[in-house]
């Protein structure tokens, strides 16, 4: 008595293996994602640009390939849209990185300046990012200028100096520490404008140090010229 062997028919077609990536495939990754270092550029005025940004949002494969080369080299992508490109911002530990010690020895000789520096960074960020009131309002746009960042800082330091003064705080540089001093201090004591005879801002004033921040931030993209 010989047994006979049952073959059944299988429930569907082996899904196809996934295409190779080819060296074609990354260059244009690797392109889309120098695009996305430059965050002035506008797809609309860049048709290759365009292109690659289509194929990642039709492609995943090419997506996770593009992902994966920014990742590789210390990127985070922010967002991918045909409005805002790839945008792209550096991790800590990234060759991209730029660190605020070494922004502010690029912008100023005085290593004392680098904490100016910072402040006039976060208050450029803090006049800009909308409020919770401005959220629910399609057509905000945060807008700043030079001597609104100046006056919004010199407004917080008189805040600061009327409490203390409240509490009777003595802000004076301590006698064993006279390098220290509070911030807010060494910003109101700082010249706002310091012109110099054929009206150009000192570096070293406060609106010169927040015309380095503003300099920078719009040639990074993170902000846009207006007028």
């Not at 120098?34 to 940004?53: I, N, S």
């Not at 100046?150 to 509490?167: I, T």
């Not at 006698?175 to 801002?201: F, H, N, V, Y």
Request: charged share 25%; proline share 6%; net charge negative.
């Amino acid at each position: 008595m010989s047994e006979q062997a049952e073959w059944s028919e299988p429930d569907g077609a082996a899904p196809p293996a996934p295409a190779a990536v080819t060296p074609a495939d990354a260059a244009d990754a690797a392109r889309l994602v120098a695009f996305g270092l430059q965050p002035k550029l506008q797809p609309a005025r860049d048709q290759e640009y365009a292109d690659l940004l289509r194929r990642h949002r039709e492609d995943p494969a090419f997506a996770r390939l593009a992902d994966a080369i920014a990742a590789g080299l210390g990127l985070v992508v922010l967002e991918v849209s045909p409005r805002a490109g790839m945008a792209v911002t550096a991790a800590e530990d990234s060759v991209f990185a730029v660190r605020m010690g070494d922004y502010a020895r690029r912008a100023s000789a005085d290593g004392g300046d680098r904490f100016l520096h910072g402040l006039a960074h976060l208050a450029v960020a803090a006049m800009a990012f909308p409020r919770p009131e401005d959220l629910a309002d399609d057509g905000y746009i945060g807008r700043v200028s030079v001597n609104g960042v100046d006056s919004f800082v010199r407004q917080a330091c008189r805040r600061l100096e009327e409490r203390a003064e409240e509490q009777g705080e003595n802000t004076d540089p301590a006698t064993d520490a006279p390098g220290l001093e509070a911030a807010w201090r060494i910003w109101a004591r700082r010249s706002a404008t310091g012109a110099t005879k054929d009206a150009r801002r000192l570096a070293g004033s406060t609106t010169g140090i927040v015309g380095k921040a503003v300099a920078f931030l719009t040639d990074s993209g993170f902000l846009q010229r207006t007028g």
